[in-house]
């Protein structure tokens, strides 16, 4: 399987958190904003 090479940016991810932690936000809204996390790099070293 290929892996995925794309990357959401500092401030993208940034605001995807704020989106998820937000209780008010649509299901639709959270959803976008789970992807968009999913695709940030992985801070742990291997």
């Known amino acids: 399987m290929a892996k995925n090479k794309e990357v959401t940016g500092k401030k993208a991810a940034s605001a995807a958190a704020k989106v ?3 209780p008010k936000s649509s299901k ?3 959803s976008a904003a789970a992807s ?6 992985d801070k742990r070293k291997r």
Not at 36 to 41: D, E, G, K, W
Request: glycine share 0%; charged share 15%.
């Open 20 to 22: 998820l932690s937000n």
């Open 28 to 30: 639709a809204a959270k």
């Open 36 to 41: 968009a996390l999913t695709q940030r790099p």
